[in-house]
């Protein structure tokens, strides 16, 4: 920036190029594209973003290979996954592990922070109905190990997962009552215990206990393609308006943006506040929601 001012400041906003978008009381600067890539790497159907403990941001793509490793300043650091994914869909860091959604395979395989494969949960091309897998969509882990999975193209569950991969339950079925699901899509845990579950074509999130018990619903939404919830229990949800939603941990409606134009895949947050966007083509771009404030 030309303009020395401190951050947030009215002067700041005006000098800058790119948009500015706010979520409740922060102002974010939209820097699109985001990510340094080497010139042997082209982008090819961005689907998912995810960040691990230490501020490295993993983008998640339909080329070779799928996974694209940038630090926090977004400097290319590696590349991993080639020849292992077969159809790229959801991401998950939880510390230094990577878990990845292969969707037309339909597994979840787990990675450390070097690609190196630790766990595969599912049978690879062995799609069963209502039951792991059939076209799963995401993936989460919460505090105490276990690993959740929205299975959500063929089937509408998820399903509960020991850390050693271990099949501990599965709730869900079709339909648009409480409980049931049409393209669960994304599945996030909340600090209180809640998994959030955006159930897409009944344009709603849902909310259960960890053993799969409804609690509740959030409304107000278009097609929610994905949730991430900061360590706060502040919940963001992407839509196909397309809009990026933020919410108190009770649903209040507290900031809502327009930060894409066509839809937000993904979304993910860091340990300063910022935002990343995985959009789908035609932009099929990384986009970093930077907090200037």
């Not at 190029?17 to 890539?37: D, I, M």
């Not at 080639?82 to 959801?90: A, N, R």
């Amino acid at each position: 920036m030309d303009v020395e001012a401190s951050p947030g400041t009215g002067e700041e906003c005006l000098a800058r190029t790119e948009p500015v978008v706010c979520l409740g009381k922060h102002l974010y600067a939209v820097e699109r594209p985001w990510g340094e890539l080497p010139d042997k790497i082209h982008l090819s159907y961005v689907t998912d973003v995810a960040v691990d403990s230490c501020d490295r941001v993993y983008l998640f793509h339909r080329g070779d290979p799928p996974v694209i490793v940038f630090d926090s300043a977004g400097r290319y650091l590696r590349s991993w996954g080639s020849g292992l994914i077969s159809d790229p869909h959801g991401i998950f860091c939880c510390h230094d592990r990577i878990f990845l959604v292969d969707r037309d395979a339909h597994q979840v395989q787990k990675y450390d922070a070097e690609g190196r494969l630790e766990l595969v949960i599912g049978e690879r091309h062995r799609p069963n109905f209502q039951a792991p897998f059939n076209a799963p969509t995401d993936v989460a882990v919460a505090s105490n190990g276990e690993i959740y999975v929205a299975d959500g193209y063929g089937n509408s569950n998820v399903h509960r997962y020991s850390s050693e991969g271990r099949l501990l339950q599965t709730w869900g079925r079709p339909g648009a009552g409480s409980g049931e699901f049409t393209t669960p899509h994304a599945v996030r845990i909340h600090p209180d215990g809640r998994v959030f579950v955006a159930d897409r074509e009944n344009n709603r999130v849902q909310m259960f206990t960890r053993d799969g018990r409804y609690v509740g619903e959030w409304r107000d939404l278009y097609h929610p393609m994905d949730i991430y919830i900061d360590k706060g229990g502040v919940v963001y949800i992407t839509d196909q308006v397309p809009r990026l939603s933020m919410f108190s941990p009770d649903g209040e409606l507290v900031g809502r943006c327009r930060p894409s134009t066509f839809n937000s895949h993904g979304v993910f947050g860091d340990s300063q506040g910022n935002l990343f966007l995985a959009e789908t083509p035609p932009e099929n771009r990384l986009t970093r929601l930077a907090r200037i404030d």
